[in-house]
């Protein structure tokens, strides 16, 4: 079994994605990956040949109210893009295609 990740990051106040936002693949406390969203808000492959599990994705969004964004997702075998959609008072995340 294999698990590969991706995501990007949309700054809706904005309208555009957002660049240079760092997030960070953690399992407990070990972290995996470390990388920052490209021009297109996206980083196209965070990870990939993990183990299906629980993981923890930590986003440092730009907004002057949440710093840290932290999901905890359960990964089975596959491909999951996991986005995030924030705004100066607000964010949202939905399992992608």
Known sequence: M?????THVLDTA?????????????QGDESLAVAETDDDGRIAKLV???E????SL???PPSPFFTRVELQVELADGHH???????PYGCVTYRGS
């Open 58 to 60: 930590v986003f440092h």
């Open 2 to 6: 294999s698990v590969s990740m991706s």
């Open 48 to 50: 990939e040949n993990l």
């Open 52 to 55: 299906p599990g629980t993981y």
């Open 14 to 26: 904005a309208g555009r994605p957002a660049r240079g936002v760092r997030i960070e693949l953690r």
């Open 81 to 87: 893009h996991i986005p995030l959609l924030v705004s």
